[in-house]
């Protein structure tokens, strides 16, 4: 994606990522149905609009209502946006939530995140919001910056008002924990700054009465020692999503039971950059937040 001035720009290639139409189809609707009428720069190179993106994704929750992609290029800008409404109203739906997240990361648009989330979590809970909501989008969030369709400002803006609501959540809550349950260490090794998953561990833990010691970003693994000596019946948690790379995974799985494999301590090393790694000694693996949670809290 490029910006000029203020005006967004998006290749087909980007419509694509955003919504998981494919080029292919999304050249057909052009030719067949008008859908969209690409604009040219001076070089003669296509791309797309805000507006474009906006259609193409309602277009996408519309035919994933059951309608025809005939039915809906008949439609005006405003037909289209009462039908999606309309739906919306009636079903609600994740799609339409990631969509709506979508726009307000690309149009940093704060007021309409906290409309949607609010109306998540007035729905669903937090918790569920979470899970089902927050995490999906982090894992879209990574395949828009991996094929450069996003920039990095605006994964951060995302991301910082995903941390602002559960810094809020966490803060709400009563430091009161029970005693004879062991704590959890949370943590991020060394070079990985992704905390959003940690950050969910952290008020999952103080919801339900555990001591939660949260160490945060880039920890030095000599650290983990120290605390290891101080709670030795600790569980140590870590979700990570860049390093340890997924080939070096498996090398950190064994560091660690190198270092732990004959103390009390229990270690739960989370995300995709796992999988295929399996358990071993004091380290337990999960590939997603879902499984890590299930595995925490049962």
């Not at 340890?244 to 995300?271: H, L, Q, T, W």
């Not at 796992?274 to 693996?285: H, I, L, P, Q, R």
Request: hydrophobic share 40%.
């Amino acid at each position: 994606m490029k910006e000029r001035g203020i005006a967004q720009q998006f290749s087909i290639k980007d419509l694509e990522h955003f919504t998981g139409i494919k080029s292919h189809t999304i050249r057909i609707w052009e030719q067949r149905y008008e859908l969209l009428i690409p604009k040219r720069t001076p070089t003669n190179i296509r791309y797309y609009g805000g507006d474009d993106l906006k259609k193409l994704l309602n277009t996408s929750y519309l035919i994933e209502q059951g309608h025809k992609i005939s039915k809906i290029a008949a439609m005006s800008d405003q037909q289209l946006l009462d039908e999606v409404q309309k739906h919306q109203l009636e079903e609600g739906g994740l799609s339409a939530v990631l969509s709506h997240l979508k726009l307000s990361m690309l149009n940093y648009d704060e007021a309409l995140f906290d409309q949607v989330i609010t109306d998540c979590v007035n729905e669903i809970g937090l918790e569920e919001t979470v899970l089902d909501v927050f995490l999906p989008f982090l894992s879209q969030i990574g395949v828009l910056w991996l094929t450069n369709s996003i920039c990095p400002a605006q994964e951060h803006f995302i991301s910082h008002l995903m941390r602002q609501e559960l810094h809020a959540a966490i803060a709400n809550c009563k430091v009161e924990y029970d005693d004879k349950l062991p704590p959890i260490v949370l943590y991020l090794p060394e070079r990985e700054i992704h905390d959003i998953s940690l950050l969910f561990i952290h008020y999952l833990s103080r919801i339900r009465g555990i001591r939660s010691i949260f160490l945060g970003a880039s920890v030095p693994f000599n650290d983990l020692i120290q605390v290891a000596e101080q709670f030795p019946n600790a569980r140590f948690v870590a979700y990570c999503t860049t390093h340890p790379s997924s080939s070096e995974s498996a090398a950190y799985v064994e560091m660690i039971n190198d270092e732990f494999a004959s103390s009390g301590v229990k270690f739960m090393v989370a995300g995709r950059v796992f999988e295929g790694v399996k358990a071993s000694g004091c380290v337990n693996t999960a590939v997603n937040g879902q499984e890590l949670v299930a595995s925490l809290f049962g």
